[in-house]
């Protein structure tokens, strides 16, 4: 008897918690799709925003015009995106949509995934 009531809070023990990547549970889909390089074409410029596994990354308006950022998935479709001050620009807070499946990302799904 027992054996039965510990043999679950093993499994319990063992499945909670940071996986072995030390990566923090989070939410379905995790916004492992996010990451890498997400752009768009505007008036003939190129827009692009990269993400990378360590919730860092950077969006880059114009090519004098970068600006870094960190990012966190706030549910399965929505990303949390601070931009970080640099330069005379402070800090600033945006949550944008995603889709995984379609591969898009931003107002209006305007940003594709490279």
């Not at 054996?3 to 990547?21: Q, S």
């Amino acid at each position: 008897m027992r054996a039965l009531m510990f043999l679950p809070a093993l499994v319990l023990a063992l499945g909670c918690g940071k996986d072995r990547t030390g990566n923090q549970p989070g939410p379905p889909g995790g916004g492992d799709c996010l990451v890498g390089t997400w752009s768009m074409i505007e008036q003939g410029v190129t827009r692009s925003f990269t993400f990378k596994p360590d919730r860092t990354g950077q969006e880059i308006y114009a090519p004098s015009d970068v600006r870094p950022l960190t990012w966190a998935i706030k549910d399965a479709r929505t990303v949390h995106i601070v931009y970080l001050p640099h330069g005379d620009t402070m800090q600033s807070e945006f949550d944008l949509g995603y889709d995984c499946a379609a591969r898009t990302f931003g107002p209006a799904g305007l940003y594709k995934k490279q």
